[in-house]
């Protein structure tokens, strides 16, 4: 075959894929939505919310989606209605070939399980708080305290805010986070928490210096207590600086 008709006939390929593909989009945007594809990323975290729970969120939204044209879909519309379930954090959303709108979610993932007067939530490294499941239960840290204001989701108060400052501080820093099972905040806003390790408190005080106040606590728990013994001590206080200071078990 001579060059000049092979060259021919690719350029004649081309240009029938190119219609051919043309007229598949005009075809897909005169069509109907009938079908959400709707996919959870998870991470490290047992999955807290199912695919319905979604699709019923963004049908709730916009009820006439699947009346739609899919050239006419709104796609933020959807990813909005997905953000609107609680345990969302991120939504994208595309349309398929097939006409279905296809929607890929980032599961928020919670550092620790908040007791706030009657209530129990989830809270996210950004604050933002969000209810526990019935699908899976998460083996978190617990935070806790004598409250002084009333909870506000949008704006977190500043007791509050120092929980999570060390809550973060411990998320990020596994060795420490294997020493503590609860935190609480006292109504002076003095932080207390409580060890995994025997049966003590630490103080904290407040959320600063927390890189010389947990390293003084690791130092002590690996080198004080085995000689002085687990049960010794029913309260560990990191307050001052460069120091620990222990008050004795009366028993």
């Known amino acids: 075959m001579k060059r000049g008709v092979k060259i021919g006939l690719i ?14 989009n005009m ?5 109907q939505v009938h079908g959400i594809d709707i996919s959870i990323r998870c991470d490290r975290t047992p999955q807290l919310v199912d695919e319905q729970t979604i699709a019923d969120s963004i049908l709730a ?15 933020n519309r959807i990813a909005l209605a997905a953000l ?25 993932r919670p550092i620790a399980r908040l007791f706030y007067g009657n209530r129990e939530l989830y809270i996210d490294c950004s604050g933002a708080l969000f209810p526990t499941s019935p699908m899976a239960d998460c083996d978190l840290l617990v935070l806790g305290g004598d409250f002084t ?22 998320d990020r820093n596994r060795n420490y986070a294997m020493l503590i099972d609860q935190i ?10 409580v060890s995994k390790l025997g049966d003590n408190t630490i103080e904290l005080g407040s959320p600063d210096n927390l890189d010389e106040k947990f390293s003084n606590l690791w130092t002590f ?18 307050k001052y600086k460069g120091q620990v200071v222990c008050t004795k078990n009366k028993q």
């Not at 240009?15 to 007229?23: E, K, N, P, Q």
């Not at 075809?27 to 069509?31: K, L, N, P, Q």
């Open 11 to 24: 350029l004649a390929g081309a240009v029938l894929l190119t219609a051919l593909t043309i007229a598949a």
């Open 61 to 75: 939204a916009m009820p006439q989606l699947f009346a739609t044209r899919v050239a006419d879909v709104d796609r």
């Open 149 to 170: 204001e009333p909870l506000n989701p949008d704006s977190l108060n500043r007791q509050l805010s120092d929980l999570l400052s060390v809550a973060n501080y411990l």
């Open 84 to 108: 609107s379930v609680p345990y969302i954090e991120e939504a994208t959303v595309s349309l398929s070939v097939s006409g279905k709108a296809v929607v890929k979610v980032k599961q928020r």
């Open 27 to 31: 075809a897909r945007s005169r069509s």
């Open 221 to 238: 728990y690996r080198k004080g207590m085995p000689r002085a013994g687990w049960n010794t001590y029913n309260r560990i206080s990191l």
């Open 184 to 193: 609480y905040i006292e109504q002076d806003n003095d932080i207390i928490m």
